[in-house]
């Protein structure tokens, strides 16, 4: 019979890959459901001879983030909810800046909402281990088991095993 090792508990006790990667899903679709929100629902830029438009760095910035924390939120959630922050920030500074193009009230509340589920899925206990197998893995000793030795000599005598040898003289 095979011992059981750490590495069987942290095996059996994981969940599957869609589970591990829920809370990042659901960052990325509420972060793409905003993303949406703004190309349908914000005002559009009136450009014309008489008024011509120019580059605008703060929106550059806000796409670069907004656009940015779908892809993050699979590789850490952390820096997710820092980009989803700094967007929300940007988004309510450039309001600001262009009044007359600033979006509805409700679409900025979703911009808060974004930021506070980021935050929320940061604090999230990650799903895997339970805590009893986390317990049994840390009090646990890691120790490596015996290797059988070799036995030298013609047979083997009763009550011998794989870790205990037993020497018959020759006859």
Do not use: K
Not at 74 to 93: C, K, N, W, Y
Request: hydrophobic share 50%.
């Amino acid at each position: 019979m095979t011992p059981l090792l750490t590495a069987d508990v942290f095996g059996w006790t994981m969940r599957p890959a869609r589970r591990r990667r829920a809370r990042a899903f659901l960052v990325a679709i509420a972060a793409t459901a905003v993303i949406a929100l703004h190309l349908w629902y914000d005002p559009p830029v009136g450009c014309t001879d008489a008024a011509p438009c120019g580059p605008d760095p703060l929106n550059a910035v806000l796409l670069g983030l907004v656009a940015a924390v779908p892809l993050v939120a699979f590789v850490s959630l952390p820096v997710t909810a820092m980009l989803a922050g700094g967007f929300f920030a940007a988004d309510v500074l450039w309001q600001v800046a262009h009044p007359p193009l600033a979006s509805p009230a409700w679409l900025t509340g979703a911009d808060a909402a974004l930021v506070v589920l980021a935050f929320v899925a940061v604090r999230l206990a990650p799903p895997g281990l339970g805590s009893g197998a986390e317990m049994w893995a840390a009090t646990t000793s890691h120790l490596t088991l015996p290797r059988p030795r070799t036995c030298r000599g013609t047979g083997w005598a009763g009550g011998c095993s794989r870790y205990r040898c037993c020497w018959l003289p020759s006859p």
